[in-house]
């Protein structure tokens, strides 16, 4: 009878710290996830300043990507969703073999463009360059 009493208290104690690491767990991704959306939200608001007043030089979209890249952590519908909320965002591709979305903001003369791993859930490739030039 002593060992049952034992044993039950070590499952109890046991199924506790279980549950109390995976509610750790929930709570950092939670905050990963807000994390990088305020980043993201960041780096598509300065995306739409640069492109509406910048046609000549490339280096402040090359530093805006430096800055802001990775994007690590965010919800992806989340993400894509904020995305599609600037004015230069462009049609969202989807990669159904890599589960990866390649999104795209142009203005008549630049490109901003990265790539969100839905599996990862950060970001990779981020680029600028010129469109018509």
Known sequence: MADRKVTSSLLRSITFSLVASLLLMVQASTVRAASCMEKAKSYFAEIDQLLSKEKNWIMPFVELNERYSPLEGCDTDLLLQEATRSRFCQPITYNP?????????????????????????????????????
Do not use: I, P, Q
Request: aromatic share 16%; glycine share 2%; hydrophobic share 40%.
């Open 97 to 133: 073999h890599a589960k990866e979305y390649l999104v795209r903001f142009w203005s008549e003369d630049v490109k901003v463009e990265f790539a969100y791993s839905a599996l990862e859930k950060k970001s990779d490739t981020h680029s600028a360059g010129w469109v018509n030039k």
